[in-house]
């Protein structure tokens, strides 16, 4: 009796805490630590008969600030969807199934991601047979169909043999001659391709390193500025892959098209390395090429992504078409062996993405659009379009990592607020199934609700968007607003910022806390081109046409919402990262809405520190401003680079700058061991600082541009929700270690409001 009235008051004690919670505005939401702890399929592969799909997830492990990747293998008629247990475990990247369908090739690193090894893993037997490489760290790899062949990209370590200025204690003692400029060989890392062959007992050989000749200079050399994209045909015969060379054919800078990068030092080619001979040939007229290479099954043939060949007829439809950016590629056949070329398939969407299969009868599948697949075949002497494929795409759906066998589609479906998972998809039955569950344990989560959203800007430009709102939205109310300016394709999961983890952008604990975020999307038809032809270029200088246009859809974003009635105008934040961070520094200067909350995070600046301390981005920042600011272009310096206008910010800021593994002194203790990429962010900080501006800022020593480490995720999503919180609506988390936070922040309140009395007071006097 007594354990009944105990349920009963406990239960009685559960629905007065959640019905209260709702009445109160305080509906339980989802948090950082749920969004960090999201499993996520990094890498897929189909084996080759099509029967067992390999992939691999990663999992965030909170508690000890890593990432597990599991490796999974299940066959394709399984109809089980719970995750099982994995085959592997470990720091485990780039999966490859060999012919026999039994051995799938992979990259397996240590704990540290320090070093790589290729290993050969057997699914029946689960023994890992280790290919010693020459060096502990192998960045990519290619192997043949038999899996008796490798070839393998190793990072070279910088030639400290030879003297550096400013090595030996003497140069220390008696002072050294710092040389000036930079070349971007100085700063482009090189890596060396070496190839190993399994002999009849079994045993690998030793890695020989690969001589690659210049097709244009005819010079040989081990080390390749940023070689990478390495495809090995199937027989083990030859290897394609790509890097930047400083040579290049005068055609080139004839042919009219290629004036754009006329004035980059290097260009990317593709070159064709044949074992036996240990020869080397330009494998494509073109620079650029997009895509990794696929070998046709005989090896005599393959497949790439690539702006036309130079002088070709199809580089003269690209001109008349207006497509010339390295971003407008064609599907090209190549025979190796005579070097002829065919163009498959004109405008590829994805350039990058190479064809998901070359069949075996000739035809190939080919990804159109986000959810769009075509076969082609060729007949006579041109490839057509014989059938074609549209996954079902009710609400924006997304799919990624597309494998097929010729006859059936698999990969990763996911939608706005569902994560991704598994999917098969047999055109015979035009049927979708979905074959994980991956993260049940966001089953219980309440997810806000987006809503695609749709405005035109003052330019006229049409602009697309996903407008998340906060649980138990009620019309008429108007909500505080934050904006995402580093926007995605409609449809991709966002508990922060999908599987790419940006940092600072957190839609789900935002949104379920009360906050509407807007984040732009792009349809299945949106052309970059769209953006440059709407561009107001003639009013303005260099490149800060981007910066307006970017300004003007986020000003007509709020404007548009207010006349709906859906946000409060005053309260409205903006976070950039990465080129939107600029963007968004320019935004807090010039734009008509005047933010309440901002973040820039791991960004460029376009400033004066950038300038003089990135000599190999100088010409970028020249082209930004119409020139450089000693002369004549140093009104526009004035007028639009942040630098000149730190004044004019009356926006708190929230700086997040990661540090790339550099764990010299803690910030500002000691100047002369400050790491690299937080110099520049100095002067930002110096100038905030002694024009009493409101701001703070953040370094992430062990975070990449996009930080990885759970605990540093964790750690920004969580800042960025208690900023915004804090500063549009008032909002202070009772958590007792956040005291010395909300201490600082409402001093920066208090500092803001002196500011803006200021400012007011000065108005009013010339009024």
């Known amino acids: 009796m007594r354990y009944t009235s105990k349920c009963v008051a406990m239960i009685g004690f559960l629905l007065f805490c959640r019905i209260g919670s709702y009445l109160w505005g305080q509906a339980p939401g989802v948090s950082p630590s749920d969004c960090v702890s999201v499993r996520y399929i990094t890498s897929l592969s189909l084996s080759v008969n099509g029967r067992r799909i390999a992939y691999l997830v990663k999992t965030p492990d909170i508690e000890h600030n890593r990432n597990d990747y599991e490796l999974f293998v299940r066959d394709v008629d399984d109809k089980t969807v719970s995750l099982g247990k994995p085959l592997l475990s470990g720091n485990i990247s780039e999966l490859t199934w060999l012919s026999d369908d039994r051995r799938i090739a992979m990259l397996f690193g240590d704990d540290n991601g320090d070093t790589n090894t290729l290993v050969l893993f057997d699914v029946s037997t689960g023994h890992k047979e280790v290919i010693d490489p020459v060096a502990s760290t192998i960045d990519s790899y290619s192997i043949d169909s038999l899996g008796t062949t490798v070839a393998y990209a190793v990072q070279d370590k910088q030639n400290i043999d030879s003297h550096v200025a400013g090595t030996s204690e003497d140069d220390i003692a008696r002072g050294y001659l710092v040389s000036s400029g930079s070349s971007v060989s100085e700063t482009t890392v090189t890596r060396s391709i070496y190839i190993s062959h399994r002999n009849t007992s079994g045993e690998w050989s030793v890695p020989l390193s690969v001589n690659i000749e210049n097709p244009f200079s005819h010079l040989k050399s081990t080390r390749l500025p940023l070689a990478r994209s390495l495809s090995l045909s199937p027989n083990g015969k030859r290897l394609l892959l790509n890097y930047l060379s400083d040579r290049f054919p005068a055609e080139w800078n004839d042919d009219l098209s290629m004036k754009p990068f006329a004035a980059l030092p290097q260009h990317d080619i593709m070159v064709l390395y044949d074992l036996d001979k240990a020869s080397t040939a330009l494998a494509l007229n073109s620079p650029f090429p997009a895509s990794t290479p696929l070998w ?52 590829v969407p994805f350039h990058h993405e190479r064809p998901l299969v070359w069949r075996p009868d000739g035809d190939i599948i080919i990804q159109t659009g986000f959810a769009k697949f075509a076969r082609l075949h060729r007949f006579g002497n041109a490839w057509h379009e014989a059938e074609h494929i549209t996954l079902p795409q009710p609400d924006n759906d997304q799919y990624a990592f597309i494998v097929s066998d010729g006859t059936e589609l698999i990969g990763t479906h996911e939608t706005a607020t569902t994560s991704p998972e598994l999917f098969r998809y047999q055109s015979s039955l035009k049927q979708l199934a979905i074959l994980t569950d991956i993260n049940p344990q966001l089953h219980r989560a309440q997810f806000a609700s987006a809503e695609a959203v749709h405005w035109v800007t003052t330019g006229g430009l049409s602009v697309n968007g996903l407008l998340f709102l906060p649980p138990n939205y009620k019309q008429g109310l108007r909500y505080p607003l934050v904006i995402q300016t580093k926007g995605d394709g409609a449809g991709w999961f966002v508990c922060d910022s999908g599987s790419n983890h940006d940092p600072s952008f957190a839609p789900q604990p935002l949104a379920t806390a009360g906050i509407m975020y807007l984040v732009r999307t792009v349809a299945d038809d949106w052309k970059f081109q769209d953006d440059l032809d709407n561009r107001n270029v003639g009013n303005y200088p260099g490149g800060i046409g981007e910066a307006v246009q970017q300004m003007d ?40 809405v005047l933010y309440a909350a901002a973040t820039v995070a791991d960004n460029i600046q376009y400033s004066l520190s950038d300038y003089w301390l990135a000599p190999w981005f100088a ?142 007071n000065k108005v009013s006097v010339r009024n």
């Not at 992504?305 to 130079?310: G, K, T």
């Not at 407008?328 to 056949?333: K, M, Q, Y």
């Open 619 to 760: 010409t970028d920042i020249e082209h930004m401003y119409g020139g450089s600011p000693e002369g004549g272009a140093l009104e526009n310096w004035l007028k639009y680079s942040p630098s000149f206008n730190y004044a004019k910010i009356r926006t708190p800021l929230l700086i997040e700058v990661m540090g790339y593994g550099f764990h010299e002194e803690l910030p500002y203790k000691s100047p002369e061991k400050v790491p690299g990429n937080l110099i520049h962010y100095y002067e930002l900080r110096e100038s905030l600082f002694r024009l009493s501006k409101p701001f703070e800022l953040y370094y992430y020593p062990d975070e990449q541009h996009q930080p990885d480490h759970p605990k540093a995720r964790i750690a920004s999503l969580q800042r960025n929700v208690d900023w915004y919180r804090f500063w549009l609506q008032g909002y202070e988390d009772d958590d007792q270690r956040k005291n010395d936070q909300y201490r600082r922040w409402r001093a920066l309140k208090a500092q803001r409001d002196r500011g803006q009395n200021s400012v007011d």
């Open 553 to 592: 859809i986020w000003d007509s974003a709020v404007n548009m919402l207010d006349k709906r009635g859906m946000i409060d105008p005053s309260k409205v934040g903006i976070i950039g990262f990465s080129r939107t961070g600029w963007q968004v520094e320019f935004d807090l200067v010039h734009a008509r």
């Open 296 to 347: 046709s099954n005989d090896s005599q043939s393959f497949l790439v992504n690539s702006p036309s060949p130079v002088g070709s007829r199809w580089k003269a439809e690209d001109v008349k078409e207006h497509h010339a950016s390295v971003a407008d590629a064609n599907l090209f056949s190549v025979n190796a062996a005579s070097g002829t070329v065919e163009e498959v398939y004109r405008h």
